[in-house]
Nanobody, 124 residues
Framework: QLQLVESGGGLVQPVGSLRLSCASS????????MGWFRQAPGKEREFVAS????????DYADSVKGRFAISRDNVKNMVYLQMNSLKPEDTAMYYC?????????????????WGPGTQVTVSA
């Protein structure tokens, strides 16, 4: 399995910003659809954003549209999630995921590789 590592989480005040990063030293991200998911305590893991390996198309959960932006740097082999106007309800563990089957999915079960997650806490 592809090993992914997330970073950039932390404690931020409401309306603040964070940028999450996802890296791997094993397989080029350019061959993978990449996704960000999150899971809050007591809740199921939910889709946040994804970016296609084929044309760079992106997709977002309605709850983050206009506030979050996913991007990729295939040279550095990195994927990012820029999170702006953060709200307390964005508090969760955030996970990076990769899939090379071309499904460009919003379903967690369709992603084959995952990182251990990075905690984001939005609180005053």
């Amino acid at each position: 399995q592809l090993q992914l590592v997330e970073s950039g989480g932390g404690l931020v005040q409401p309306v603040g910003s964070l940028r999450l990063s996802c890296a791997s030293s094993e397989i080029p991200f350019r061959n993978f659809d990449m996704g960000w998911f999150r899971q809050a305590p007591g809740k199921e893991r939910e889709f946040v954003a994804s970016i296609s390996q084929s044309d760079g198309s992106d997709d977002y959960a309605d709850s983050v549209k206009g506030r979050f932006a996913i991007s990729r740097d295939n040279v550095k082999n990195m994927v990012y999630l820029q999170m702006n106007s953060l709200k307390p309800e964005d508090t969760a563990m955030y996970y990076c995921a990769a899939d090379n089957t071309g499904r460009f999915s919003t379903r967690a079960g369709d992603y084959l590789s995952w990182g251990p997650g990075t905690q984001v806490t939005v609180s005053a």
